[in-house]
């Protein structure tokens, strides 16, 4: 018998890098054969992904502290972010936490094309309702198996109950506006929600930080590391999870994807050392943040639960009640089938059979395979995907959102 001996901690860890090393395992087995990894992280590995639990947003948080101590305020900041887009400088009385903030957010770095993007956000748009399913059933849903941020996103209030319907909403409302080509460009609709987040995930860390959390046990409320892998759930698992569910994607596509992600995730404050043009070396990283990652807690359970309740709260225009029931049995199918009956069953929930996925997988090969040599059904795809997943956010929404993530 083979004794596993756990790696060693790096030092200045917070006590919630890899609590539970067996757990890690198992939760990112299913991972691993499509990241560009034969092994569990390095040690050079580990203790990169230990700094980044402890590494903030010290742009935002220090414009924050300007807003704070009446050197500029909201408005002038808008102002200022107003300016930069329009072509024009940034107001020279401005404190200089204002102007590197504004650069951080307008400025485009000489590696991002343009086309690219855009043909990232097409390939997002093709996937349709069955990118809005990944989106929820596989980076919701089973982004809370880990606990690391399960308790700051239930102290908002904002995912638990009635409200959890409406955030659904607000999240697919920016990832759709990101997601139409040109939106992710300073100034249109994507980026100003992704700003938007960016602010307010630096608030939110300044609240928890001042209700006295303990960064030694935690880290930061909102870290690099949990940044980089929420990032990460919306490109290179995003990838993943649809095309277990049907849907190739071609290797320039699939860049594509992640050229506009690594864009996003520059604008939201991730480190450039966690954005990848690779989808293979990003579920690497994926990979070693599970394997890191604390296991589910109580707050993962509650998370989930209201999660897939709130599909019960859709909004339907004729049957209400029978396409309520059938939409709350499709995405427990579905989510039993992109986390596995053991990951519905840490989170609380019974394990569906995969009727859904059975459903779609086929129809999808069919119509997204002849997308790829035909480009008159990838535009006709592209045009199905926008008018339903405008529809499906006014149904979670039941009004407007507002975009918060």
């Not at 917070?14 to 087995?29: K, L, N, S």
């Not at 009956?341 to 996925?357: D, F, I, K, S, T």
Request: with cysteine; proline share 8%; aromatic share 6%.
């Amino acid at each position: 018998m083979t004794l596993r001996v756990a790696p060693a901690r790096p030092a200045g860890a917070p006590a919630r890098f890899a609590a539970d090393e067996a757990w890690g395992r198992r939760a990112a087995r299913m991972l691993r054969p499509f990241a560009d990894t034969r092994s569990g992280p390095t040690p050079a590995e580990r203790a990169r992904i230990s700094r980044a639990l402890t590494s903030g947003d010290p742009v935002a948080d220090a414009v924050l502290e300007a807003i704070s101590r009446g050197d500029t305020s909201t408005s002038r900041l808008r102002a200022a972010l107003d300016a930069a887009v329009a072509g024009g400088p940034v107001p020279a009385d401005e404190p200089e936490e204002v102007h590197a903030f504004v650069l951080s957010v307008t400025d485009l770095p000489g590696w991002l094309d343009p086309d690219v993007a855009d043909r990232g956000a097409r390939a997002c748009l093709r996937a349709g309702l069955t990118g809005q399913d990944v989106l929820g059933d596989l980076a919701l849903l089973g982004g809370y198996r880990p606990s690391a941020t399960t308790e700051v996103l239930t102290s908002t209030g904002r995912l638990t109950g009635e409200r959890t319907s409406r955030r659904v909403a607000e999240t697919m409302a920016w990832w759709h506006a990101v997601a139409t080509p040109g939106g992710w460009r300073p100034g249109a609709p994507g980026w100003e929600m992704t700003v938007h987040v960016r602010l307010m995930h630096a608030r939110v860390n300044r609240a928890m930080l001042d209700k006295g959390w303990d960064t030694g046990a935690k880290g930061l409320p909102i870290n690099q590391g949990d940044m980089a892998a929420t990032n990460g759930l919306f490109s290179a698992t995003f990838l993943l999870g649809t095309l277990v569910l049907g849907i190739p994607h071609s290797p320039r596509e699939a860049r594509a994807v992640m050229h506009l992600w690594r864009w996003i995730g520059r604008v939201l404050g991730v480190d450039e050392d966690f954005l990848h043009e690779q989808p293979r070396r990003a579920l690497r990283d994926m990979y070693h943040f599970l394997r890191t990652s604390p296991p589910p807690d109580a707050n993962s359970v509650v998370l989930a639960g209201s999660l897939l309740d709130s599909y019960g709260m859709t909004e339907f225009p004729r049957l209400a009640p029978l396409r309520r029931r059938v939409e709350v049995a499709r995405h427990r199918a579905t989510a039993t089938y992109l986390n596995g009956p053991a990951g519905m069953r840490e989170l609380g929930q019974r394990p569906a059979v995969p009727w859904y996925p059975a459903v779609i997988i086929p129809a999808n090969a069919l119509v997204h395979g002849a997308a790829l040599v035909s480009p008159r059904v990838r535009r006709a795809l592209e045009r199905r995907g926008d008018r339903r997943i405008r529809r499906q956010i006014t149904r979670y929404s039941r009004g407007t959102v507002q975009p918060l993530v």
